[in-house]
């Protein structure tokens, strides 16, 4: 059974553009929230998705948005990215957002 | 709103030893809690959770927390740590809601021989 699966591994952008990252939810869940855990910290809550429609919504910027389509896997989309913005990038995927969330291994998003 | 505190970075421990790493957390209801822990360039995996009931939770790995209302701490044990214990450890709040999770900086796990 696989569990949540996230693509790329690794990106390098360029300040300015921008970047979706793609998330596969484990087998049975339906809910996808999104996380960014910049170096020597805890993750950050950017937002949830559920039923296709963002549920919830960290502290970021209006740069940062993202999609569920009906399969229930997700996208993140960073627009006019910073240095900043580099990080690793979490998905986490449950079923109707029961406590008891399954992260993937992340995207290494690196800003230069 | 609801944050966690883990007032130590780094940890060194001798393997054999016994280990706590220490959690507070501020939430204004009952909270869920939640201990996850990540090797180096991976994902968090879940160690144990806390929801309701009794306070001592025993997880995976050898590993087990006790909840503290008094106290509003949630540390996390272990008897005898093993090298593969090596790793950084997130102690994590989550609400009652749609249960976003709100996370501490993490504490870094170091095994000496």
């Known amino acids: 059974d696989a569990g949540v699966t996230q693509s790329p591994t690794h990106l390098i952008k360029t300040r300015g553009q921008q970047v979706t990252l793609r998330c596969s939810p484990k087998?049975?869940?339906?809910?996808v929230s999104w996380y960014q855990q910049a170096l020597g910290q805890g993750p950050q809550f950017i937002f949830q998705y559920y039923e296709e429609e963002e549920r919830q919504r960290g502290n970021f910027p209006d740069r940062f948005s993202g999609h569920q389509f009906p399969n229930y896997s997700s996208e993140l989309n960073v627009n006019a990215l910073l240095l900043g913005d580099s990080a690793l990038y979490l998905c986490a995927s449950s079923f109707q957002g029961a406590q008891g969330y399954t992260f993937g291994s992340g995207t290494r998003l690196t800003v230069v | 709103a609801q944050s966690v505190t883990q007032p130590d970075i780094h940890i060194t421990v001798s393997e054999g030893a016994s280990l706590e790493l220490r959690c507070n957390y501020s939430y204004g209801a009952t909270p869920y809690l939640f201990w996850y822990v990540q090797s180096p360039g991976q994902g968090l995996q879940l160690l144990l959770k806390y929801f309701s009931g009794d306070t001592l939770v025993q997880g995976i790995k050898g590993f087990e927390a006790e909840f503290k209302r008094s106290q509003s701490s949630f540390n996390l044990r272990k008897p005898s740590v093993h090298w593969s214990d090596a790793a950084e450890y997130f102690c994590?709040?989550?609400?009652?809601?749609?249960?976003?999770?709100?996370f501490g900086k993490g504490t870094m796990l170091l095994v000496s021989p």
């Open positions: 994590a709040v989550g609400d009652s809601g749609y249960s976003t999770l709100t």
């Open positions: 087998s049975g869940h339906d809910t």
